[in-house]
């Protein structure tokens, strides 16, 4: 009966210790990109680079953004453990205001949701904001 218990024992042991999963996991550079001010129609598209610090491939199953002026790409296979990836936003710059975006990123690693921001400030040069038309207007008359 000792034996029996004996052996069941080690076995659980030597269970668990193989048991042990292995995980992905993902690394930004950055969880934000600020484009600061640019001008309407300038090239919208940033890079969000990670390296897969775990000992498992990752996988990114899904990438989404906040609003449908925010088009994410992520990449087509697994990420293997060591290597880096890159997650491509483009950003509609058409759009004249400040913006703040957020791209939720899911994924097979150890924290399976991370959330990026993006914001900035688009400008159109062309036009003149009603500052600049009051401010003319007042150095006319003098």
Do not use: H, W
């Not at 790409?73 to 400040?98: A, F, H, M, Q, W």
């Not at 399976?112 to 914001?119: F, S, Y």
């Amino acid at each position: 009966m000792k034996n029996l218990i004996t052996i069941l024992f080690v076995g659980l042991i030597g269970f668990s210790v193989n048991a042990q999963e292995k995980v992905a996991k993902i690394e930004f550079k950055t969880e934000v990109i600020d484009y600061g001010t640019i001008e309407k129609g300038a090239d919208g598209v940033r890079v969000f680079e990670f390296t897969n610090t775990g000992n498992a491939p990752l996988i990114i199953t899904k990438v989404k953004s906040s609003c449908g002026c925010t088009i994410p790409s992520k990449p087509k296979g697994p990420i293997l453990p060591g290597k880096t990836g890159e997650i491509k936003v483009k950003y509609d710059t058409n759009r004249v205001n400040p913006f703040r975006k957020t791209i939720t990123v899911s994924s097979n690693a150890d924290t399976p949701t991370v959330a990026l921001k993006i914001k900035g400030l688009v400008v159109d040069s062309s036009k003149n904001s009603v500052l600049d038309k009051k401010n003319k207007s007042v150095l006319e008359k003098n």
